[in-house]
């Protein structure tokens, strides 16, 4: 069964860092791309960051950009979100999901959709 | 304001179809076959119920379908059960630097 499990979310104060991880199982890892989204309370779902399979291409939402960092660790089949100089605003439920890319004619593998999303951490900045 | 723009709220009677509208624009929902839609009950995470506009999973009901016309991507369910009262998120991909963008979420009440 593929699964994925997110962790490391918690309280931080603002200009603070976290780093959350996610797990994954049941599927070949380095075989997909990966994505972080998240969840402000009350609010929609918003994509934050994506990361190829290999790693060598990272992608960021302007939001996070500058701030977060996307990496990866194949051999331990965990994705990771490194979150820098934090603020109110990235307060979420973050969640990790697999990327399925979709073969399209004249632009080649682009990042269809996510098909198996984790169950998210929490993530509040305050003071 | 979210890039993708879905009603903030749907009601139909068990039994009754509703249909779930997602506008976009000429860089994403209309540019690429490759829209999704997302399930979510208060408290769980999303799961993907329609990919590539129209395609459902193995395992996601026949009773929902999606269809594109234009900048417009739409989420049908038809024969409404009482478990499909969720929050309903479509996304479109929008270009290598934007990537993806969300619909600001619809409210499906089964009444």
């Known amino acids: 069964e593929v699964q994925l499990l997110e962790s490391g979310g918690g309280l931080v104060q603002p200009g603070g860092s976290l780093r959350l991880s996610c797990a994954a199982s049941g599927f070949t890892f380095s075989s997909y791309a990966m994505s972080w989204v998240r969840q402000a309370p009350g609010k929609g779902l918003e994509w934050v960051s994506a990361?190829?399979?290999?790693?060598?291409?990272?992608y960021y939402a302007d939001s996070v950009k500058g701030r977060f960092t996307i990496s990866r660790d194949n051999s331990k089949n965990t994705l990771y979100l490194q979150m820098n100089s934090l603020r109110a605003e990235d307060t979420a439920v973050y969640y990790c999901?697999?990327?399925?890319?979709?073969?399209?004619?004249?632009?080649?593998?682009?990042?269809?959709?996510?098909?198996?999303w984790g169950k998210g951490t929490t993530v509040t900045v305050s003071s | 304001q979210s890039a993708l723009t879905q009603p903030a709220s749907v009601s139909g009677s068990p039994g009754q179809s509703i249909t779930i509208s997602c506008t976009g624009t000429?860089?994403?929902?209309?540019?690429?076959?490759?829209v999704s839609w997302y399930q979510q009950h208060p408290g769980k995470a999303p799961k993907l119920m329609i990919y590539e506009g129209s395609k459902r999973p193995s395992g996601v009901s026949n009773r929902f379908s999606g269809s594109k016309s234009g900048n417009t991507a739409s989420l049908t369910i038809s024969g409404l059960q009482a478990e499909d009262e969720a929050d309903y998120y479509c996304?479109?991909?929008?270009?290598?630097?934007?990537?993806?963008?969300f619909g600001g979420g619809t409210k499906l009440t089964v009444l």
């Open positions: 999901a697999k990327v399925i890319l979709v073969w399209q004619q004249l632009a080649g593998p682009l990042p269809g959709y996510m098909d198996v």
């Open positions: 000429s860089s994403d929902v209309g540019s690429y076959n490759l």
């Open positions: 996304c479109s991909y929008a270009g290598s630097s934007t990537h993806w963008v």
């Open positions: 990361i190829s399979g290999s790693g060598g291409s990272t």
